[in-house]
């Protein structure tokens, strides 16, 4: 497959876009971001490159797509939850134009294996937050069912959570940096996938420079996995503290999480996203062999240095 170099980014100004944008151009790419038509965003949101093209386009229109996608050899998606339904129509606006690599937005647990378990996640995660993952997965299962022959392919990324950002928001749910304090999840043992933000980046980047490689397939990239008291040790080994712990059972957040998603509190997410990752049994690791790092020239990383990235970005070293 010849090399690609155009690339047109979805869900540019969210949380992850300006990142793997900026990602992207250092990798040598030429980016051009597309956002909605009824964003309030503009070429000068300052978290985007001032010269970044920006194209606006109604993501209900294939026309708009497809003109917004020609001449670009990938698309990467961002979109935030809300607009992953959206990325059927522009899967089949990016095949028209003739683009060659199209990445869904996922970037987090593998939605591959939550539609291997049977969709008990659907079950246990019904409402109106459930409908991230199914949304998820339709859109893979849409990319899988697009018919090999032409040139169009598609990499799905998993990264397992994203550590640095998620630290930085609350600490993961374990860390109590004001109280000192820690909050384990059963036995606290159970290991799970994370990436910082800035390994997401260069997923996307090297799967790009690896178009053969990654072609028509769902992989999984990490910085490393984890387990809540390796976290807990390393806070306290770094800042000297003995962080008080409480144990909860993943019995009960499941519960707590449910009944937030019953009456629409979309914080109910976290704690069955907290289960997901970190009960007992779980088995929500990354095992080397199923990880793409390698393919991709991606070295792991090393969680006590991110760990301390994060208690300086806290100001608590
Ligand atoms: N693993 C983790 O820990 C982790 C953490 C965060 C995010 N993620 C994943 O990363 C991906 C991106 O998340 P994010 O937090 O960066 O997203 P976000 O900030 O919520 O949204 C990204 C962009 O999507 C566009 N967008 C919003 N609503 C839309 C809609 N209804 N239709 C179409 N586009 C819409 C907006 O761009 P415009 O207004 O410019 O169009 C928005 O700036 C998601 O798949 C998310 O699940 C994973």
């Keep these: 497959m010849a090399s690609i170099q155009r690339v047109a980014v979805l869900g540019a100004t969210g949380n ?9 151009q250092t ?3 030429t980016v051009t971001a597309i956002s909605r038509t009824s964003t309030q965003h503009t070429n000068s949101t300052p978290v985007l490159p001032v010269d970044l093209p920006v194209l606006r386009v109604d993501f209900t229109s294939f026309d708009e797509l497809k003109e917004a996608f020609t001449g670009q050899d990938a698309v990467v998606s961002v979109v935030g939850v809300p607009g992953v339904p959206c990325q059927k129509l522009a899967v089949d606006a990016a ?3 003739r683009v060659r690599r199209f ?11 939550v539609k291997e378990e049977g969709g008990k996640i659907g079950v246990v995660w019904g409402g109106k937050i ?4 199914g949304g998820k ?5 849409y990319l899988e069912a697009v018919k090999e022959g032409d040139e169009f392919s598609w990499t799905g990324i998993a990264t397992g959570l994203i550590l640095d950002w998620n630290l930085d928001r609350n600490g993961l749910g374990i860390i109590n940096l004001k109280d000192k304090s820690a909050t384990v999840l059963d036995s606290g043992n159970e290991k799970f996938q994370a990436s910082t933000l800035a390994q997401v980046c260069r997923a996307v980047a090297g799967i790009l420079k690896h178009p053969d490689e990654t072609a028509n397939k769902y992989v999984s990239v990490a910085s490393f996995n984890m387990s809540e008291n390796e976290l807990v040790t390393l806070v306290e080994e770094l800042t000297g503290w003995t962080l008080p712990v409480t144990h909860i059972k993943s019995a009960d957040i499941r519960k707590t ?11 109910g997410f976290a704690d069955l996203l907290r289960m997901y990752n970190g009960a007992d049994g779980a088995g929500h690791k990354l095992e080397e062999a199923d990880s793409v790092n390698r393919v991709i020239g991606l070295p792991y990383e090393d969680l006590w240095a991110e760990v301390a990235n994060w208690l300086r970005r806290k100001g608590a070293l």
């Design 103 to 113: 990445v869904p937005s996922e970037f987090g647990v593998n939605t591959r294996v």
């Design 137 to 141: 997965i339709e859109v893979v299962d």
């Design 27 to 29: 990798s040598g790419f």
């Design 130 to 133: 459930g409908v991230e993952w």
């Design 16 to 24: 992850l876009g300006p990142a793997i944008i900026s990602q992207l």
């Design 95 to 97: 095949r028209a134009a």
């Design 257 to 267: 999480g449910e009944d937030k998603i019953a009456v629409a509190d979309a914080r």
